[in-house]
């Protein structure tokens, strides 16, 4: 089981940013992402990145405006946010996935949290208009 710790959530103002991290206990992973869960709805799959071949998937609603990264020196993974929207106020989640998955460039819905097995603790991200 890989244990994952969040760091980097906190309140900003509309038009801001701010840097997620995800801190690993291991490097036994195929995959990582951030999910996002707001009030009242379904978590959702926001960005993955493979460890694999370095493919990316983005939510179209961030795209553009989020960037997903890893320093495997570090076991890390980080989502920089910018240009913040009240509607991105949720908690996020990091995530990694045990086993190998397609690259996420395939049009197959793989970021996804269903296809996640190691979750961390969610850290809050509020942004206020």
């Known amino acids: 089981q890989v244990q994952l710790v969040e760091s980097g959530g906190g309140l900003v103002q509309s038009g801001g940013s701010l840097r997620l991290n995800c801190t690993a206990s291991?490097?036994?992973?195929?995959?990582a992402g951030w999910f996002r869960q707001a009030p009242g709805k379904a978590r959702e799959g926001v960005s993955c990145?493979?460890?694999?071949?370095?493919?990316?998937y983005y939510a179209d609603s961030v795209k553009g405006r989020f960037t997903i990264s890893r320093d495997n020196s570090k076991m890390t993974v980080y989502l920089q946010m910018n240009s913040l929207k009240p509607e991105d106020t949720a908690v996020y989640y990091c995530a990694t996935v045990r086993t190998p998955v397609p690259p996420f460039t395939t049009p197959i819905p793989i970021c996804t949290p269903h296809v996640f097995d190691d979750w961390g603790q969610g850290t809050q991200v509020t942004v206020s208009s």
């Open positions: 291991t490097s036994n992973y195929f995959a």
């Open positions: 990145i493979s460890m694999h071949d370095s493919s990316t």
